[in-house]
Structures are given as structure tokens and as C-alpha cells.
């Protein structure tokens, strides 16, 4: 993991990390599909909470993160995102969407800007971690990634950051595929992209991690191991801002 400095500050995120439902929405989860969904990669991200865990104990930083299920609303969508709410809560009322909102999403979003804004007003780089696992296939398709690493490409310090850890990574692990802005892109609706509408390019970077979660699938040490290279490949002349 690149080497903090007295420059540039962590912040570990985790916004699919549990697949609880509240007891005051559980009425919305009584149809047939609802404990399939709840129990899918829908529901969650399987993994993600521990590898968040591993990745914020190594850094020494305190943990952002989120148990409740992304069926609920989703903590990494924009609120005018067609999927910000799912099929089992997008037909509620008004007023239990706005609940929704005010117990769970807001308060999330605004405790990550709190941290990234306490580190900024000091005059460092906020480097944001927002980690993340995703499905061996999808539509039948097998997705040939490991790990990937999103980020802006036009984010000049955020794409050389994550272009020389990718780097260490492959060198270092040469059978770990490793790709860029796969299985998603970087700069597609989420937590770190509205982040870096917030903040100078030079200030903040967006980073978000998606490990295949067929590693956790076959044991959560076998994640470990993973999480364990993604660190071991840090530099120590990491980019300043």
C-alpha cells in the first residue's frame, strides 16, 4: 500500500458491506424473491466488509462502512439514479422513501464528506478507497478480472496512482489479473464520482476496488491473501498532490 506522508491522508469506505434489513422495513421484503435477492450479490457485496476491514486496519484508519442491505437504497447511487431504490422499495410511499433516506443514506454520505473535509481543510490529499466485490460472471459471461481498480482517467494524479499500483501489482503477482476501470468505469454513477464533483482534482482522489468475490466464495483466507498483495504492492513514492 503506498506509504502515507505527512501530505496525503486515507479514507476507507464500504457502502455494500451486510445484507440486513430493518425491522421497521421489513414489510417491503415479505415477497417470494425477497430472501434470494437479499442472499445474492443484489443484496450485498459478499467479501466486501472484511477486505474493507483488512485494508482500514492496515492503514490505521477508521472504517466507513454499511451493513444494510443495498436493496434498502443504494449508498453508492446518486438520489436521481433509477436504481438509488430497488424493486422492493421504489413503489413506497413518499414519506418511507424520505425516511429511508434521512436514517440511512444521508447520514452515510455525509459522515465519508465530514472525513474527506476534515482532511482537505488541513491542507492534505484525501485518498478514498471505496472497496467493493463483484460476481465471477454476469448474464452467463465469466468476467476474466481479479481486481480491478476505478478511477477517472482525467483525473491526472488519481489514473498515475492507480496506473503504478497496478503496475507493483502485476510485477510482484504476475498471475493476479489486474485491470483498469473494469469491471465497471471509473467514472459511472457512484460514492467516489460524486465525491470528486466536491473537491480539487489535486485533493482528493476516488479510488474504488473491486475484487472478484469468488475469492471470499471459495474461503475468506483466500480473500485475505488477496487484500494481502494489494497491500504488499504499495510504493513509497507514491504521487503528491
Request: charged content about 25%.
Amino acid at each position: 500500500m503506498p506509504s502515507a506522508n505527512c501530505d496525503q491522508s486515507y479514507v476507507v469506505t464500504c457502502e455494500h458491506g451486510g445484507n440486513q434489513v430493518p425491522s421497521e422495513f421489513a414489510d417491503a421484503f415479505r415477497r417470494g424473491d425477497a430472501m434470494a435477492w437479499l442472499a445474492s450479490h443484489r443484496g450485498h457485496d459478499p467479501g466486501s466488509l472484511t477486505a474493507a476491514m483488512q485494508l482500514a486496519e492496515h492503514l490505521n484508519v477508521d472504517l466507513i462502512s454499511s451493513t444494510t442491505t443495498r436493496l434498502l437504497v443504494d449508498l453508492n447511487r446518486s438520489l436521481d439514479h433509477q436504481m438509488l431504490f430497488s424493486k422492493f422499495t421504489r413503489d413506497l410511499a413518499d414519506e418511507r422513501k424520505r425516511l429511508i433516506l434521512d436514517r440511512y443514506y444521508h447520514p452515510y454520505r455525509n459522515a465519508v464528506g465530514n472525513v474527506i473535509d476534515s482532511i482537505v481543510d488541513q491542507g492534505q490529499t484525501a485518498i478514498h478507497f471505496s472497496v467493493h466485490t463483484f460476481t465471477p460472471r454476469i448474464a452467463g459471461a465469466w468476467r476474466p478480472i481479479d481486481i480491478g481498480l476505478l478511477f477517472d482517467p482525467d483525473a491526472g494524479g488519481e489514473a498515475e496512482y492507480c496506473r503504478r499500483w497496478r503496475q507493483r501489482l502485476v510485477q510482484r503477482f504476475p498471475k493476479r489479473r489486474v485491470l483498469m476501470n473494469q469491471p465497471y468505469a471509473g467514472t459511472a454513477d457512484g460514492l467516489t464520482t460524486a465525491m470528486r464533483q466536491r473537491y480539487d482534482s489535486r485533493r482528493y482522489f476516488g479510488i474504488e476496488i473491486e475484487i472478484n468475490h469468488r475469492f471470499f466464495k471459495r474461503s475468506p483466507e483466500h480473500q485475505r491473501r488477496v487484500v494481502e498483495e494489494l497491500i504488499a504492492a504499495g510504493w513509497d513514492d507514491a504521487p503528491n498532490a
